[in-house]
């Protein structure tokens, strides 16, 4: 078809699986996401794709990449938010989460738009329990408080960066170069947004991706532009569970939960996302696409 297409998070998992899924089609890919080295590697594997480091947690990222597009492509025809990451599942994980040769300094640490890492203080760090108990006082408990509070704070703001914030930034970025007629803005969602999961944070920034879904639905719809929202449950064959994975119990609950009995793999969302872009999907939109097994209504 010979589109220009744009995933974040696209060296690695269901944007990876994605990208393959277009470029079969023909489509130029451009990946977006932290770590350069990965984004080379998949874009080396497509006929005709392009790696784009940068942070999408910050601004200065979202336009390195709207300015990338402006001077290689000029269009975008469809844009697919594939980044993020439950931080609870990658608690020891560093505040800066990109190197100085992966990304463009911005002024503050970056985070991670194309995995689940987060700040975390380690409470058998000396300077860590100084540095979160500092001014608390003689009284032990309220320095637990308020360490436990920052441990909240810094749970919550990492998973909206990362699964919020770096895509409604991509897509302000990229808004008035979308194709129109014609161009498609898709969202990688999760069961979670619904059911929950072991972190109400990750749920509640995947969550809030609908309603800026919906109103985006309504702002571009005018122009011929369709946005949509694929909400997948437990995928194989990717990184989110971090280095250890998942227990095999854990694993088996979770099949359970699913109606046909198996997981998801990355290619049941990357073809469902294929479909949504393509012009059979041309009057499906502001709709949530459950990619789950049917374990969003629960066993």
């Known amino acids: 078809m010979n589109r220009t297409v744009v995933i974040s998070g696209g060296g690695t998992g269901i944007g990876l699986a994605a990208a393959h899924s277009f470029a079969r089609m023909g489509d130029r890919l451009v ?42 492509f000029g269009t975008v025809d469809v844009l697919v938010h594939s980044a993020g990451g439950n931080s609870a599942l990658h608690p020891r994980a560093p505040t800066a989460l990109a190197s100085p040769a992966d990304v463009p300094p911005t002024g503050v640490p970056p ?81 979670a947004a619904y059911r929950g999961s072991g972190s109400a944070a990750y749920g509640a920034a995947k969550a809030a991706l609908h309603p800026y879904a919906h109103a985006l639905a309504a702002e571009l719809g005018p122009r011929g532009v369709t946005v949509n929202v694929v909400a997948p449950g437990l995928v194989g064959e990717t990184d989110f569970f971090g280095d250890h994975g998942m227990t095999e119990e854990n694993r088996r609950a979770r099949v359970a939960e699913t109606l046909n009995g198996r997981a998801g793999t990355p290619g049941d969302v990357a073809e469902t996302l294929r479909w949504l872009a393509s012009p059979a999907a041309g009057h499906v939109t502001s709709q949530v696409v459950q990619v789950n097994g049917g374990a969003q209504r629960g066993s």
């Not at 794709?49 to 990338?68: K, Q, Y």
């Open 111 to 191: 985070a991670d738009a194309s995995s689940s890492h987060g700040p975390f203080p380690d409470r058998s760090d000396p300077d860590t329990r100084s540095a979160a108990t500092a001014g608390a006082g003689p009284n032990p408990s309220e320095g637990d408080a308020r360490d436990g509070l920052a441990r909240i704070a810094a749970t919550w703001t990492a998973d909206f960066r990362t699964n919020t914030l770096s895509a409604v930034l991509l897509t302000e970025a990229l808004r008035d170069r979308l194709a129109s007629p014609g161009g498609r803005v898709l969202f990688v969602s999760s069961v």
């Open 31 to 72: 990946l977006v996401g932290r770590r350069r080295d990965v984004l080379e590697r998949a874009a080396a594997e497509l006929p005709d794709g392009v790696a784009c480091p940068a942070d999408l947690t910050e601004p200065a990222g979202a336009r390195a990449v709207a300015e990338l597009v402006r001077e290689r």
